[in-house]
T-cell receptor, first 113, second 113 residues
Framework: GESVGLHLPTLSVQEGDNSIINCAYS??????FIWYKQESGKGPQFIID?????DKRQGQRVTVLLNKTVKHLSLQIAATQPGDSAVYFC????????????FGTGTLLAVQP | EAQVTQNPRYLITVTGKKLTVTCSQN?????MSWYRQDPGLGLRQIYY???????DKGDVPEGYKVSRKEKRNFPLILESPSPNQTSLYFC????????????FGPGTRLTVT
């Protein structure tokens, strides 16, 4: 809910600009990555995913880039809108059959009109 | 509508009074999981279930119990709640092994005084 945004790094952008949210993941053996969006008072919502055999994947207005060399993931949002204001989490899966996701602490995206 | 539901959405209780938070999904998912979300700590997994009658501990299981008697339901039980269990709780589900996209419920905000 509303307290999720406290203590988080914040990215403030102007409406219409592009946003880039970064995430460093921890395990070089992770083979699947997801970006989630969490609006105030709601549960996380799937945005886009990427497997470790890919470097880039595009969705509607969003692109995820994966750099396995430096264990870095980024989410690019084109033409950012006020409705994009939320906390964004990356998550990684270590592999195996447990479906376990490890979540980052998140970034608060604040879109200024 | 495909969804994960949780009840109650908000709960204020006292130390030591047993409580149950229910979770139900209507997507015939095999995998279900409980997380707690605390400021600055992100989402941490409490327990998960790969299928009916199969449950296992996540990263922070102390003080919690779960059961999976039916595929659609995965209740979280706090036998003797303590103030350090004050948190925002999310239930999530996904299709099954190697299907990592998890669908989240709306959250339950629990306060233990």
């Amino acid at each position: 809910g509303e307290s999720v945004g406290l203590h988080l790094p914040t990215l403030s952008v102007q409406e219409g600009d592009n946003s880039i949210i970064n995430c460093a993941y921890s395990n070089s053996a992770s083979d699947y990555f997801i970006w989630y969006k969490q609006e105030s008072g709601k549960g996380p919502q799937f945005i886009i995913d990427i497997r470790s055999n890919m470097d880039k994947r595009q969705g509607q207005r969003v692109t995820v880039l994966l750099n396995k060399t430096v264990k870095h993931l980024s989410l690019q949002i084109a033409a950012t809108q006020p409705g994009d204001s939320a906390v964004y989490f990356c998550a990684e899966n270590y592999g195996g059959a447990t479906n376990k996701l490890i979540f980052g602490t998140g970034t608060l995206l604040a879109v200024q009109p | 509508e495909a969804q994960v539901t949780q009840n109650p959405r908000y709960l204020i209780t006292v130390t030591g009074k047993k409580l149950t938070v229910t979770c139900s999904q209507n997507m015939n998912h095999e995998y279900m999981s409980w997380y707690r979300q605390d400021p600055g700590l992100g989402l941490r997994q409490i327990y998960y279930s790969m299928n009916v009658e199969v449950t296992d501990k996540g990263d922070v299981p102390e003080g919690y119990k779960v059961s999976r008697k039916e595929k659609r339901n995965f209740p979280l039980i706090l036998e003797s709640p303590s103030p350090n269990q004050t948190s925002l709780y999310f239930c999530a589900s996904s299709f099954g092994a190697h299907s990592y996209e998890q669908y989240f419920g709306p959250g339950t905000r629990l306060t233990v005084t």
